[in-house]
């Protein structure tokens, strides 16, 4: 059974950084790609960043880039959102996401638009709120 445990939401001031982290498991030793898509209020779910197992680089969608920085620990099988100066616009529940298979930087936005084919396997959803 594949799982995506995910932490660290929670409260933060405007201008703050919250790190949220993710452990997948149930992937066996394959290759997988992992990120983070986040839902705000009224919109439709948003692809943020994403990260291959091979860890060749993260790509990030332009709402969030500058401003956050995804990492992987391959051992542990978790990966680390860095998310500094936040707004309030960045509320929202925030969810861990994986797919099976070998992603290189190039093919990444495979996995990280949302749509028929979004990631098979999502997290339970943790709250980032951001009072301003």
């Known amino acids: 059974e594949v799982r995506l445990v995910e932490s660290g939401g929670g409260l933060v001031q405007a201008g703050g950084s919250l790190r949220l982290s993710c452990e997948v498991s149930?992937?066996?030793?394959?290759?997988?790609?992992t990120g983070w898509f986040r839902q705000l209020p009224g919109k439709e779910p948003e692809g943020i960043s994403c990260?291959?197992?091979?860890?060749?680089?993260?790509i990030y969608a332009g709402s969030v880039k500058g401003r956050s920085t995804l990492s992987i620990d391959k051992v542990k099988k978790t990966t680390y959102l860095q998310m500094n100066n936040l707004k309030s616009e960045d509320t929202g529940v925030y969810y861990c996401?994986?797919?099976?298979?070998?992603?290189?930087?190039?093919?990444?936005?495979?996995?990280?638009?949302?749509?028929?084919?979004?990631?098979?396997?999502w997290g339970q959803g943790t709250l980032v709120t951001v009072s301003s």
């Open positions: 149930g992937l066996g030793g394959a290759d997988y790609a």
């Open positions: 990260i291959g197992s091979t860890d060749e680089g993260a």
């Open positions: 996401v994986a797919d099976r298979g070998y992603y290189s930087t190039d093919s990444l936005y495979r996995v990280c638009t949302p749509g028929p084919r979004s990631p098979p396997y």
